[in-house]
């Protein structure tokens, strides 16, 4: 039964980040956007979010947002889920785009829901903490505007996005006194050393407050998206129609950035990583065995490589031509 009566989840599926890219072809033999991975957990990382939140809420109220070029490989890793909306939308449009298509299309149909927002490509191997934050911060949402998620975590090693707390509004929701963009390696180690938390660009809020700020900020862009599910659009080829229209958003503007009344939410004990390295991939995996078993995959890949090669190498031969 579903934890969060009013809640969507919005899963950012459409990045292209090939950071893992000699990892995953390692274990797969092509480069795929790492959020189609399956390297640590069960099935890809795009499936183990929709997992993740499957506990709080049905899939008719999950968003995934993917590219036109990989709708067909994430409809063949969530069809678990039938009832999952997935919207693809063309490359050139920008990830900004993608956002403003699953907060158009929560507002549409629910006007008054709560949102959560969260991206695909982020492994979470002990999500029981950030679960339970998802329920404590949807109760908070009476009383701020919106809540981003924060993660403890005991080193700065790579982060660079930043939530820094303030004082308490209630339970283990606390407001926000800074955000930090872009940190070096030291102040990194500093923010982490006095307790600030890992950004990792999950938030949740009210529909209409997020659709607000999104009108405010990106005006002719949803005007452009309310038009498309104000006429009812779902087909593939009408979402592109309506995104090759409206010119490429970079959320780097910060849609929260004007916002008032925000507030942030601790994670402990997670795991929660971006993976931005093979280096870190193996940090994280914490259980020696599903780490061998990793690592027993490559190998085998390897083999099989090998083998390939050698049948290539060592194939039939056309006969000479003086043959009898």
């Not at 529909?207 to 104000?230: N, S, T």
């Not at 925000?262 to 004990?269: D, F, K, Q, R």
């Not at 490589?305 to 006969?319: E, H, I, N, S």
Request: charge should be neutral.
């Amino acid at each position: 039964m579903s934890k969060c009566e009013d809640l969507y989840v919005v899963i950012l599926s459409s990045g292209e980040d090939h950071s893992i890219k000699s990892l995953v072809e390692a274990l797969g033999g092509v480069d795929t956007p790492k959020q189609f991975a399956s390297i640590a957990g069960s099935g890809s990382l795009l499936q183990q979010t929709v997992a993740r939140y499957a506990s709080l809420v049905p899939a008719e109220r999950m968003i995934a947002v993917v590219t036109a070029e990989h709708e067909g490989l994430a409809r063949t890793q969530l069809r678990d889920w039938p009832g999952i909306d997935i919207i693809a939308r063309p490359a050139p449009c920008g990830t900004g785009v993608d956002l403003l298509l699953a907060l158009g299309r929560v507002f549409a149909r629910a006007p008054t829901a709560r949102v959560l927002v969260t991206p695909a490509d982020h492994y979470v191997p002990y999500s029981e903490g950030l679960v339970g934050s998802v329920v404590a911060a949807n109760r908070a949402l009476d009383e701020v505007s919106a809540i981003l998620i924060g993660v403890a975590v005991g080193r700065g090693r790579g982060r660079k996005a930043w939530i820094v707390p303030g004082q308490s509004v209630g339970g283990q929701v606390l407001s926000v006194a800074g955000l930090v963009e872009g940190a070096s390696p030291l102040q990194a180690a500093e923010l982490a050393a006095a307790g600030a938390l890992w950004n990792p660009s999950t938030m949740m809020a009210r529909i209409e407050h997020l659709w607000y700020l999104a009108a405010r900020h990106f005006p002719m862009q949803a005007e452009a998206v309310a038009r498309l599910w104000a006429e009812n659009g779902s087909l593939t080829r009408t979402v592109a129609k309506a995104c090759l229209d409206m010119p490429a958003i970079d959320l780097g503007c910060g849609l929260l950035g004007g916002a008032s009344n925000l507030a942030t939410i601790a994670v402990h004990g997670s795991g929660w990583t971006d993976w931005t390295s093979p280096e870190q991939v193996l940090d994280s995996i914490r259980d020696p065995r599903e780490l061998e078993d990793l690592l027993l995959r490559i190998l085998q890949r390897q083999r099989d490589a090998g083998r390939t090669q050698l049948r290539k190498g060592f194939g039939p031969t056309a006969p000479h031509a003086d043959a009898a």
